[in-house]
């Protein structure tokens, strides 16, 4: 038999078709269910992107009414869940929270095992609109603080930020949220997307894809890279009382040196664009306007002089990830609560996949090549 070529990281394969995202590395775009993600950012909010996701249209004015009432009767953190999270120890990541929390909600949920369109719908529904509450509960507990109840006049961004801090944010945070929101909700067969789509295709359950989806999501070559982009620039040091210009200086001289260590840097590269991530203009402009809330010239500075490095030294660019990280920073996350963040919004996305994978389900199972020991035999 012919020797099997190696597709190493997948790289290249088309896996399956799929309806619910296109990425396109020629023209830098990104369309969900047709649509561009950024006319969707500059005009909807999550919950009208989720529902677009989920059933391939924008909802109408009843069916958005529907939902939103929905979700925000399904927002509160339940006693069992809460008493669960408390037990966790608060040295581990917050990703594991997450992990976990999935994992409760499907044991919980009556009809965990009803794999019907209707049923799994009602199941991402469900997650989607809980998953705040933990993320929010989560980091206020690491600083000692109380749960705060969501509040059922609030959209689903400004709720969460309400949960997180206890306070009303204010509109261009809103908004910058609301926004990263919808850039994280899908990009087709990402590897956390591809884990949920693997676990679905054995016929398991969603909750079972979203909590492999979430381990997925943890590492720093894929969600982890928000939390470590904010790793980088206290390495480099935030300095408010700095100019941009020097805080610029400052970058680059870091950046040049990891490049010469043959560091990686996170927050650059991507393995489909090479010429630039489609989200990274709109996420920009959403940083840009936290910068100028908050006053912090210094972190665009910290930005501009590692982005220009690395296009200087090696022509890589941005991903999503390199602007979310300082804009969640500037909002008042915690560092460790990023990537949770991003799994708030990628639910959709996942659930989405999930699906889709069962309309047409085939097992996923490739092949392997054998490189171990010939067949040899106990003596
Ligand atoms: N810093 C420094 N060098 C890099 C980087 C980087 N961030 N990304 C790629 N390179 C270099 C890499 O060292 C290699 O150089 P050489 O050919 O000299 O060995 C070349 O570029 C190709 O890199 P690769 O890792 O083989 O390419 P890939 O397509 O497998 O990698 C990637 C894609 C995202 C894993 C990689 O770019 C990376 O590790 N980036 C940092 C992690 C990161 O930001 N991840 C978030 C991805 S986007 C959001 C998401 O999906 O979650």
Not at 67 to 72: K, P, Q
Not at 172 to 199: C, G, K, Q, W
Not at 249 to 256: G, T, V
Not at 303 to 327: Q, R, V
């Amino acid at each position: 038999m012919a020797e099997a070529e190696i597709k190493k990281g997948l790289a290249g394969v088309v896996v399956d078709s799929t309806a619910i995202s296109k990425v396109n590395p020629d023209t830098n775009s990104l369309l969900y269910r047709g649509y561009p993600v950024q006319e969707l950012a500059a005009s909807c909010s999550f919950e009208q992107v989720a529902l677009l996701l989920w059933t391939g249209e924008l909802p109408d004015d009843v069916e958005l009414a529907d939902f939103t009432a929905f979700e925000r009767s399904h927002r509160a953190l339940s006693p069992e869940l809460k008493q669960i999270i408390d037990a966790l120890p608060t040295t581990c990541h917050p990703m594991d929270v997450c992990r976990t929390a999935a994992s409760v909600l499907g044991a919980q949920d009556p009809t965990a095992e009803d794999s019907s369109r209707e049923a799994n719908l009602a199941k991402a529904k469900t997650l989607l609109a809980g998953m705040p509450a933990v993320v929010a509960y989560d980091q206020r507990r690491r600083r000692g603080q109380e749960l705060v109840e969501p509040r059922e006049e609030l959209g689903y961004a400004a709720n969460f930020l309400w949960m997180t801090f206890g306070e009303e944010a204010a509109e261009p945070v809103v908004d910058a949220f609301n926004v990263s929101m919808i850039l994280y909700a899908e990009h087709s067969f990402n590897a956390s997307t591809f884990t949920a789509r693997v676990i679905t295709s054995t016929l398991s359950d969603l909750h079972s894809a979203v909590v492999g989806a979430i381990g997925a999501l943890k590492g720093p070559l894929h969600g982890g890279a928000n939390e470590a982009v904010m790793h980088t620039f206290d390495e480099i040091g935030i300095r408010q009382e700095e100019t941009a210009e020097e805080a610029e200086a400052r970058a680059k001289a870091w950046m040049d040196d990891a490049l010469a260590a043959k560091k990686k840097v996170m927050g650059f590269g991507h393995r489909v664009y090479k010429n630039g991530d489609s989200r990274v203009p709109t996420m920009k402009a959403a940083l840009d306007a936290m910068i100028e809330h908050y006053d912090r010239p210094e972190l665009i500075g910290l930005y501009n002089g590692l982005e220009k490095s690395m296009g200087e030294a090696k022509s890589i660019k941005p991903n999503l990830d390199y602007p979310a990280g300082p804009a969640y920073h500037l909002m008042g996350f915690d560092t460790p609560t990023f990537t949770p963040l991003f799994v708030a919004s990628r639910i959709s996305g996942w659930t989405a996949h999930v699906m889709e994978q069962l309309e047409t389900n085939a097992l996923i199972r490739p092949l392997s090549a054998y490189n171990g020991p010939d067949e040899r035999h106990l003596a």
